[in-house]
């Protein structure tokens, strides 16, 4: 049996049902390849030969003149069993089955399905699917979804698999487009003919590039082996779990989607903890924490600091604190002395920081400045959570991504609130330099809460 790391470092690719047609998927996927510079061989498989993009396609399989080590198959659910009897002639590792109309779509499709994992199993082929767009990998520009782009495969360290389709290809545009938020490794599984989380997670467990991983899950097919696989990753790396399916009417719909049995939503959460797993309720939870953890440190521990300009807002962030598990860092003497250098009211000086109105007499850069670094310096801070109105030009936060860069001890999170524009692109401008922006400071201090769950398990 091929292993999934030789699947994922695939060199050479054949694109079963490419078209000549150039926007069709498999023609579509082969500009991605030239597009995004993959050094790999490319072929395309149709019937009929020809070209595109000056791409030779080849009538059948056994035809290409070289070894294949990967096959995308954009054929019908009723020619994958043939096509996989001759990628297993041709040498063949591993498998992209993007079709849907398998076990999801009735008896037919089950008994196709079937046919598939029996094949499997008798040859040693991996595959991803049915329905997904499969795989990317940043440290090599492979990928085949045909919704790759150049930003998608730029490196980083998120290990990210999901039980699902178009959703891998969707997702991770939007998530890498934040910032320099990169994967290292993406898996569509699809139905879990073969490849499944366990195998994604053993994968991106012993994977050096991912630093950690995060999950999309409609179901979880053994649930003993599951919980086995996961503890043990998270001794190693933090993981992220976000989980469709939750309700009754949910779960139903996960059939006609991937053909997942249902969970019982209070049995996975006791799973994901025994395991120490960092379960999302959202996607966009699941993106904040993917930020916290790839771009800052964790916390040394669960004392957190608020440095505001409204008062209404740091109570909520100090809400959300409290109910988490998180207690209010109380600042040392030395602490205290450097922040009233810029705070002259006693009160405001102490946690929650209030910077206004001291702020208009000393200015923005310096206030912050000063603040920071006293925070960033003070052993019995564990965290800080910057709250800021957001100003037109998003320049203006400058200074506090250069004391964060000089230091970078402890997690620093930044919300801002005010104009929709301003407040956006003051965030991208955080997102850009690594900084972590959260519309909302209750969603930040959630995202400390979570990352202190993990820095205890170390």
């Known amino acids: 049996m091929s292993s999934i790391t ?22 579509l996927l082969i500009k991605v390849l030239q597009d995004t510079g993959f050094k790999g061989k490319v072929a395309g498989v149709n019937p009929g030969g020809g070209e595109v993009y000056g791409t030779t396609l080849y009538p059948d399989l056994e035809t290409i003149p070289f070894a294949v080590d990967l096959a995308v198959f954009y054929i019908p659910p009723v020619r994958v069993p043939d096509m996989l009897e001759k990628c297993a002639l041709k040498g063949v590792k591993g498998v992209v089955i993007s079709a849907e109309g398998f076990a999801e779509s009735g008896e037919d499709g089950r008994q196709v399905q079937e046919k598939v994992q029996e094949i499997l199993k008798r040859t040693g082929i991996r595959a991803f699917g049915p329905n997904t767009l499969g795989l990317v990998n940043t440290e090599t520009g492979l990928t085949t979804s045909y919704f790759s782009n150049q930003e998608m495969l730029q490196p980083g360290s998120i290990g990210f698999a999901a039980q699902s389709g178009v959703f891998v290809g969707a997702l991770l545009r939007y998530f890498t487009s934040l910032g320099k938020l990169g994967i290292s490794k993406g898996m569509g599984l699809g139905n879990k003919v073969d490849v499944d989380e366990c195998d994604a997670l053993n994968y991106f467990h012993t994977d050096r590039q991912t630093r950690f991983i995060g999950l999309y899950l409609e179901d979880v097919r053994n649930g003993r082996r599951f919980l086995e696989t996961v503890r043990a990753v998270t001794r190693d790396k933090p993981v992220v779990v976000l989980k469709g399916g939750r309700t009754a009417r949910g779960a139903q719909a996960t059939v006609s989607h991937t053909a997942s049995l249902a969970v019982d939503d209070a049995v996975f ?20 924490l993917m930020m916290g953890l790839a771009w800052m440190p964790l916390p040394k521990g669960n004392k957190i600091a608020l440095v505001t300009y409204s008062g209404a807002q740091a109570i909520m962030g100090i809400d959300a604190a409290m109910m988490s598990g998180l207690e209010l860092a109380i600042f040392a003497p030395e602490t205290r002395e450097k922040i009233s250098e810029v705070i002259a009211t006693d009160a405001k000086s102490k946690n929650p920081v209030d910077i206004f109105p001291d702020m208009m007499t000393h200015g923005f850069e310096k206030t912050i400045t000063r603040l920071l670094s006293a925070l960033l310096e003070d052993d019995g801070v564990h965290g800080i959570m910057l709250i800021n109105f957001a100003q037109e030009g998003a320049e203006m936060h400058q200074p506090v991504i250069d004391v964060w860069r000089q230091y970078r001890s402890k997690p620093l999170f930044v919300s801002l609130m005010g104009v929709q524009k301003d407040s956006r692109e003051g965030g991208d401008f955080l997102l850009e330099n690594e900084i972590p922006f959260f519309p909302y400071p209750e969603d930040a201090v959630r995202v400390f809460s979570k990352m202190w769950q993990v820095a205890k398990q170390k």
């Open 269 to 288: 959460e006791g799973v994901l903890r025994q395991a120490g797993v960092l379960r999302a309720e959202s996607i966009e939870e699941m993106m904040h």
């Open 6 to 27: 030789e699947v994922m470092n695939s060199r050479n690719l054949a694109i079963i049902g490419a078209s000549r047609n150039p926007i069709k998927p498999g023609a």
